[in-house]
């Protein structure tokens, strides 16, 4: 296994007056983008994390650490709470963005769970199986409420400024596992996408981290296909690559931890390089990277199964089913289940 190296983010990019969310930016990967996205000069940084406490521990470490200090002294780094097992947490972190957050620049939907306890299929509130939920759906609802604003920030920009963005985080299991072809949705039995998921009986602890992917990069290509409006907002799907460390070993079997570790360490990368994919990402990358899942900084076409006929009517049914879950707890966003989206 061989991963290049990601080179540093080009000396001209400046994210100076920007305002940028990290989802799950407490830690990780999640937390050394935002980091990086301080260094490059953002005027505000938000980071969510489960925990207040958790929170408040990170934007120490960003405030104190001497590359941002020298380089950003005077940015505004908050944290803000975000449960994203529960629709209504995200609702409420919506509706604190809205009323204290004036410009949006970037929305990195990074947070992610691996759970692969069968114990907690349908354990997320709202009764959804919770990898799905926390990595998929709650996001999904953030992205569609967060839409406008990110839209009104770059107008505001004029044609000057650069677009607004939406970068979801993934991973290159949804193109490796191939999920959906060895347990396909029975739409022709009357199966819904989410029904699907949600079934016990079609829960793998091995693949569904690789589902919730195959789910973001589906809403990814949809949401980039009715917006349409790459000039406005680039929405985007980015793997960080396999990193030296990360928490989502944890849920791992046991036997499988010793071999992956093994993995990561004599072909992992840094935390540092995985972040620059995520900046790359986010502010880097132009409109040819809208609607597309990107692999060491460069376009890939993806899980074969959603370039399929197939493939559409799976990516044209989750997002039906995911906008009316959605909408469920804000009924404007029922509009967003039709195309195009008038920007």
């Known amino acids: 296994m061989f991963q290049p190296s990601i080179p540093p983010t080009p000396s001209g990019i400046s994210l100076a007056g920007q305002t940028i969310i990290v989802t799950g930016g407490n830690s990780g990967v999640g937390f050394e983008a935002a980091r990086q996205f301080l260094v490059l000069g953002a005027a505000r940084l938000i980071i969510t994390s489960r925990s207040a406490s958790r929170g408040a521990t990170a934007v120490a470490a960003l405030k104190a650490d001497p590359e941002v200090q020298l380089a950003n002294g005077k940015a505004v780094i908050e944290a803000y709470e975000l449960e ?137 290509r949809k949401l980039a296909a009715l917006t349409d409006s790459p000039d406005l907002v680039i929405v985007n799907n980015v793997c960080p690559g396999l990193l030296h460390a990360t928490h989502l070993d944890d849920s791992l079997p046991f036997y499988l931890r010793y071999p992956t570790a093994l993995a990561r360490l004599v072909a992992g990368r840094s935390v540092q390089q995985g972040a620059r994919t995520l900046v790359y990402a986010a502010v880097v990358g132009g409109p040819e990277t809208n609607g597309t899942f990107l692999q060491q900084n460069k376009i890939h076409p993806g899980a074969k199964f959603l370039n399929t006929a197939d493939g559409q009517k799976f990516i044209d049914a989750l997002w039906t089913e995911s906008v009316a879950d959605c909408a469920k707890f804000d009924s404007t966003l029922g509009k967003y289940s039709h195309a195009p989206i008038a920007l």
Do not use: W
């Open 84 to 220: 994203l097992a529960d629709y209504r947490s995200g609702q409420r972190f919506v509706d604190r963005v809205r009323a204290e957050v004036p410009e949006l620049d970037v929305l990195l939907a990074n947070a992610g769970q691996f759970v692969t306890r069968r114990e907690n299929v349908q354990s997320a509130a709202g009764g959804h199986e919770r990898n799905m939920q926390v990595n998929c759906y709650t996001h999904l609802l953030i992205c569609l409420e967060l839409l406008p604003l990110l839209v009104a920030t770059a107008r505001a920009r004029g044609v000057q400024g650069r677009p607004a963005r939406i970068t979801f985080t993934g991973s290159a299991t949804h193109v490796l596992q191939e999920t959906l072809t060895n347990d396909p949705v029975r739409f022709d039995a009357g199966e819904t996408v989410i029904g699907h998921f949600d079934d016990p009986t079609h829960f793998s602890r091995l693949n569904r981290y690789a589902d919730t992917k195959l789910c973001i990069n589906a809403h990814v």
